[in-house]
């Protein structure tokens, strides 16, 4: 079996085994080209320069072949996936007619369907097979070494005034990529340890002297000390950006999670001391307060933007969202078409930039303001009835596996928040919106039908039954 996939017959061997490797690679070569700069526009609501649509184009194509390449299991894959999904991207295509400008809207909009096939393709697997965490892992390990070669190379330009970015063109999507790293890194941890040859090979080369504290056998010790390396460096990278929209969803995250999976916990002992826990941080809150009493909401606001680095206007944010309604009011139900708006400084997002003063926005700073002002209030119903559907199966998938269960869930949370500040949800090739439909069509895949039996398993995988 190769990456889930039923070996084929010798006449078919080679081309099953390419889109098998292929899955993997095709993840891993979108993920890490969604953080480079290579010819990317000031703000992920743009399609980029020439060069980086040219490379899009050549990943959207490959991910294409790989669902030709297993068209049978490409189609099963597909009538799983939700349906407020393929609604919703249908709805935002119908949307690029009434754009003011069509040609770059239509642009745009391929590359969100373009992302979508990359996370179709990448589900083209049987069974239990998940493609995401190895694949956020792999990434996460090649961030990082960029990250630190840059860092040693170009200090300076690694730490700028505003925090730290590596190689990244902001802080902010420092912070975001440090999130992937340290959820990647804790799952992979947690679960069972990795029998991929490779992967023990180099967490061998790089950290066997660190392998000893984190694990009770020596052949799975290499491995280990990996994870815990890219989980460290993950904290640091995320602390050090001073993203911090990045820090509180991600701290967010962190307490939903782990309340829900408390909450699910079967062993009782366990159980007994999280609540008992839980019980003497509540007490040791209500003795403090008691004593020091309520702060006042100036107080919590200069706590809060203190720690932040922000002001009380979010660093302009909130008079960029009053300046959107004021858009969103002139079309609310079906938006002025998706990617028809941030067109440069012409037109009525010039006139924004030109009241803000703090240069070109690009984008609302608030995805969810972006997406009422492009797709109206339809298209925001479409986006949260689809979301809303794919918690609740990654519920299902949690009953039947938690560990991998969690991970989707806090793929899905952190990214609902991170809407909030950066836009993310139906941004064209942004990071987050490519691993929630990845997340989306695996969840899918899992729960949506029972696993495929053997028999049309090798059918399909063009083995003989």
Not at 72 to 94: E, F, H, M, T
Not at 217 to 235: D, K, T
Not at 351 to 363: E, M, R, S, T
Not at 431 to 443: A, F, G, K, Q, R
Request: with cysteine; hydrophobic share 55%.
């Amino acid at each position: 079996m190769l990456n889930g996939v039923v070996e084929a017959t010798p006449a078919r061997t080679s081309r099953i085994a390419l889109t098998g490797i292929g899955r993997s690679r095709l993840v891993v070569f979108s993920l890490v080209l969604s953080l480079l700069p290579i010819g990317a526009a000031a703000e992920a609501s743009s399609e980029g320069s020439g060069l980086r649509q040219l490379i899009w184009a050549s990943v959207f194509t490959f991910a294409g072949y790989q669902i030709l390449m297993n068209w049978r299991l490409a189609r099963d894959v597909l009538s799983r996936v939700n349906p407020w999904l393929i609604v919703l991207l249908l709805y935002v295509g119908a949307t690029v007619i009434w754009s003011p400008d069509v040609g770059t809207s239509f642009r745009r909009y391929v590359q969100v369907v373009g992302v979508f096939f990359v996370a179709w393709a990448a589900n083209c697997v049987t069974g239990r097979t998940s493609i995401l965490p190895g694949s956020m892992a792999r990434a996460s390990l090649y961030g990082t070494l960029l990250s630190l070669a840059v860092t040693a190379a170009f200090f300076d330009f690694a730490f700028s005034d505003k925090g730290y970015r590596a190689f990244l063109a902001t802080k902010n999507l420092m912070g975001q990529f440090a999130v992937i790293v340290v959820m990647s890194a804790v799952f992979m941890f947690l679960a069972r340890p990795s029998r991929n040859r490779w992967w023990n090979a180099l967490a061998f080369g790089m950290l066997n002297v660190l392998a000893a504290p984190f694990a009770g056998e020596a052949r799975n010790r290499p491995a280990y000390a990996l994870y815990a390396f890219l989980f460290a460096f993950g904290v640091a990278a995320l602390v050090l950006s001073r993203s911090a929209t990045a820090i509180l969803a991600s701290g967010a995250t962190l307490v939903l999670v782990t309340l829900l999976s408390l909450a699910r916990a079967r062993n009782e002992v366990l159980r007994v001391l999280y609540i008992g826990a839980a019980l003497v941080a509540t007490l040791g809150l209500f003795l403090w307060l008691l004593i020091e009493g309520l702060p006042s909401s100036s107080q919590l606001g200069s706590l809060f933007y203190d720690t932040t680095g922000k002001d009380m206007t979010l660093t302009g944010r909130t008079y960029l969202w009053q300046l959107m309604w004021g858009q969103i009011e002139r079309h609310p139900w079906f938006g002025v078409g998706y990617g028809g708006f941030w067109l440069g400084l012409s037109g009525d997002a010039g006139q924004i930039a030109y009241l803000v003063k703090w240069g070109y926005p690009g984008q609302a700073h608030n995805g969810y303001i972006d997406v009422l002002n492009e797709i109206g209030f339809v298209g925001m119903a479409l986006l949260l009835i689809t979301l809303a559907v794919h918690v609740r199966r990654v519920f299902l998938l949690i009953a039947q596996a938690p560990g991998l269960g969690y991970l989707h869930l806090a793929i899905v949370l952190f990214a609902v928040m991170l809407n909030f500040t950066e836009a993310t949800l139906l941004r064209t090739t942004s990071m987050w919106w490519m691993l929630v439909l990845i997340s989306m069509i695996e969840v899918d895949r899992r729960v949506g039908t029972e696993f495929l039996g053997d028999e049309r398993r090798a059918t399909i995988s063009g083995a003989p039954a």
